[in-house]
T-cell receptor, first 112, second 115 residues
Framework: QKEVEQNSGPLSVPEGAIASLNCTYSDRGSQSFFWYRQYSGKSPELIMF????GDKEDGRFTAQLNKASQYVSLLIRDSQPSDSATYLC????????????FGTGTRLLVSP | DAGITQSPRYKITETGRQVTLMCHQT?????MFWYRQDLGHGLRLIYY???????DKGEVPDGYVVSRSKTENFPLTLESATRSQTSVYFC??????????????FGSGTQLSVL
């Protein structure tokens, strides 16, 4: 079992719809959870982070964390073609920063 | 410009050659990291550094060497390149490792091909 799992996609949504990206993790002691966006040929950039159970909203993005079920999700409201990218989930365990583990990413395609 | 820069952007080399990838950051961030990104594997940590002269192995360190004599520089050396080291390499930095500092800033990457 991979430590951080994501569906590779592509996830296709029409413009204006809500895109829902999911991530599960295996280390129950994980402390910190991140979503990075990576455009094709570019480097990852942090878009959201969450530490506590529940929802965290930032503009059109909402991160949701459920530690009991060991999943974290990212919702993108009013999806735009410019949101088309690969979204990487990253999880840090409780053994130090060197244990930041990335998922393989979900490719999102937003069609006009 | 402030930020984190990597060089070269693209590199082609042959098996057995030594290659050094450069990483420079202007934020005076304490923490620096080297990742490789491959299809099906995502980002994997090669080496990291908590400060000048402090480095440690990550998940996939074999065949790589790092040094950090100055806070701003963190070069990655492939001692004898192999085809399996063909990948995209990202350098990253982070200012602190408290809750708010626990964010990585990535360089633009180096695409390395080993023939």
């Amino acid at each position: 079992q991979k430590e951080v799992e994501q569906n590779s996609g592509p996830l296709s949504v029409p413009e204006g719809a809500i895109a829902s990206l999911n991530c599960t993790y295996s280390d129950r002691g994980s402390q910190s959870f991140f979503w990075y966006r990576q455009y094709s040929g570019k480097s990852p950039e942090l878009i959201m982070f969450i530490y506590s159970n529940g929802d965290k909203e930032d503009g059109r993005f909402t991160a949701q964390l459920n530690k009991a079920s060991q999943y974290v999700s990212l919702l993108i409201r009013d999806s735009q073609p410019s949101d088309s990218a690969t979204y990487l989930c990253a999880v840090r365990g409780n053994t130090g920063f060197q244990k930041l583990v990335f998922g393989t990413g979900t490719r999102l395609l937003v069609s006009p | 410009d402030a930020g984190i820069t990597q060089s070269p952007r693209y590199k082609i080399t042959e098996t057995g050659r030594q290659v050094t990838l450069m990483c420079h950051q202007t934020w005076s961030h304490s923490y620096m990291f080297w990742y490789r990104q491959d299809l099906g594997h995502g980002l994997r940590l090669i080496y990291y550094s908590a400060a000048a002269d402090i480095t440690d192995k990550g998940e996939v360190p074999d065949g790589y060497v790092v040094s950090r004599s100055k806070t701003e520089n963190f070069p990655l050396t492939l001692e004898s390149a192999t085809r399996s080291q063909t990948s995209v390499y990202f350098c990253a930095s982070s200012g602190t490792w408290d809750r708010e500092g626990e964010k990585l800033f990535f360089g633009s990457g180096t695409q390395l091909s080993v023939l």
